[in-house]
């Protein structure tokens, strides 16, 4: 890799979050990593109306949902995994690199860069993107390379992110939770920034005050969402394949109810179907669902 561009002086271990990663793809090491070759168990799907009842799907209740998250973690995972397709050639090689320079005292950076925000309810925001290298989890349809290709210092963040003039910082990855980011998301409060951070939701991270929780639950490709997002979430959003992707999303028991986070559907790119799939579903709950289009890409901006 070469000499990184931000080299200060040896620091203090970035913590990972306590326990280490869930890869999701069969567990993990004591490193943090890939390991096995999947887990046992079935997806969340949601419950159907009545018939001519018009109201979509009904979300199972938050206590029913924790309590089976807690008493049994892995009925909220697939039987089986997808074949990863990611832009991320060896992510488990990318993330023990990510981890390695965190034991550095440095932050694992893939890449920073100005664009607008593409998806949810910030699309078409300007933002400054600081992608974090390293995910908890290998996603078959992951659209990103999270290798490292920066090792920086938080103030090397922080003035690169203030450069920029623009008041919004989205911490993106990979995963940025699995790491103990408080530090940045501090000084870049300081600074006078408002931060969104996009994330799977494993792990959740109250002492960052965040602005703007973009949470996108991977159950399908190993992931557990943590409890703590159906509160403090701004908006779930669901990468939908199929008819079960929906019944997935339909179950979360806050997302898109009054009060409630909102709750996105977003086809998958790879699915030519998947448009369809998302629109029939907004239209048979309009008053739940809302549609997410990965706007960066048809207007070709990273």
């Known amino acids: 890799m070469g000499v990184p561009e931000h080299r200060a002086q040896q620091a203090a271990p970035l913590p ?3 326990p280490l990663p869930n890869f999701g793809r069969g567990g993990t ?26 109201g979509g799907f ?40 990510a981890v390695a320079v965190t034991r550095r005292g440095l932050l694992p950076i893939a890449e920073i860069f100005y664009s607008l925000q593409g998806e949810g309810a910030r699309a078409g925001q300007a933002t400054v993107f600081v992608r974090v290298a390293g995910c908890t989890l290998a996603c078959s349809f992951c659209d990103t390379d999270f290798r490292v290709r920066r090792e920086m210092t938080v103030e ?9 003039n623009c008041p919004w910082v989205c911490l993106t990855g990979g995963e940025p939770t699995m790491y103990d980011l408080q530090p940045l998301c501090d000084r870049l409060h300081k600074a006078g920034l408002r931060i969104q951070v996009e ?12 602005d703007h929780i973009t949470v996108s639950p991977k159950e399908t490709e190993g992931g557990r969402l943590h409890p703590w997002y159906l509160e403090h979430a701004t908006e779930f959003k669901y990468v939908i394949d199929s008819d079960e992707d929906v019944a997935r999303a339909a179950a979360n028991p806050a997302a898109g109810l009054p009060n409630g986070p909102l709750l996105y559907l ?11 799939i998302c629109v029939e579903a907004i239209k048979a709950s309009p008053s739940r669902f809302r549609l997410s289009l990965q706007t960066h890409k048809y207007l070709q901006i990273p």
């Not at 090397?156 to 920029?164: K, S, T």
């Not at 994330?199 to 965040?210: A, E, I, M, S, Y």
């Open 16 to 18: 990972l979050s306590p």
């Open 29 to 54: 090491d004591t490193k943090g990593v890939h390991g096995g070759e999947g887990q046992s168990g079935s997806p969340i799907i949601g419950r159907a109306s009545p018939a001519g009842g018009g």
């Open 58 to 97: 009904f979300p199972r209740s938050k206590s029913e949902w924790y309590n089976k998250s807690v008493s049994n973690p892995s009925s909220l995972l697939p039987p089986s995994l997808p074949v990863y397709r990611g832009a991320t050639p060896d992510p488990k090689a990318a993330t023990r690199e």
């Open 156 to 164: 090397a963040v922080v003035d690169e992110a203030r450069g920029y």
């Open 199 to 210: 994330t799977n939701g494993q792990h959740p991270r109250p002492d960052w005050r965040l």
């Open 266 to 276: 977003q086809p998958n790119a790879l699915n030519p179907d998947a448009p369809r």
